[in-house]
């Protein structure tokens, strides 16, 4: 397996990404699930921009990403996938996707998104998400950056 992190950060490439988590990961690919992302010209070149040399980047909507990282999942190259939502990593497991842990990193506060930690929401339809992620066995912690203490997504699904 080399899917070194599967994130959801709905900001998808920003300091913390390149500074931190891609120095940690040691990985040379980042490819992004995201149909918002992948249908918007300008939006896709602003993201691949934000990635440091010798990164590649890929932007990919949900069902071409989704046989993309299937096929790095079993390939040698060290892979960070980047999403906005957990739905996105609940349809990559229900895929057949096999990663043992989701780090959330950033998910924004708004109507009806019940505060979690610190910056990091949810919306009733991602908080079951992430509960189906943890039945079907793969570990779910909250984790802005790198060198923070991991905190459980059950600890805080109250």
Excluded: C
């Excluded at 988590?21 to 934000?50: H, M, P």
């Excluded at 960070?80 to 895929?95: G, I, T």
């Amino acid at each position: 397996m080399t899917l070194k992190l599967v994130r959801v950060d709905d900001r998808l490439i920003h300091g913390q990404v390149v500074a931190i988590w891609l120095k940690a990961l040691n990985a040379r690919r980042i490819v992004i699930v995201d149909d918002r992302t992948a249908r918007d010209e300008f939006l896709r070149e602003v993201i691949t921009l934000a990635a440091p040399s010798g990164v590649d980047v890929e932007v990919l909507d949900l069902a071409s990403g989704t046989e993309r990282v299937r096929a790095l999942a079993v390939n040698s190259e060290p892979v960070f996938v980047l999403m906005r939502s957990p739905l996105v990593a609940l349809h990559l497991r229900e895929a057949g996707v096999e990663f043992p842990l989701l780090n959330v990193g950033g998910l924004g506060a708004g109507p009806s998104r019940k505060p979690l930690y610190r910056n990091i929401s949810a919306s009733p339809d991602e908080m079951a998400a992430m509960r189906q992620l943890e039945s079907m066995g793969t570990t779910v912690e909250l984790r802005i950056v790198e060198n923070d203490r991991p905190v459980a997504f059950k600890s805080v699904d109250k």
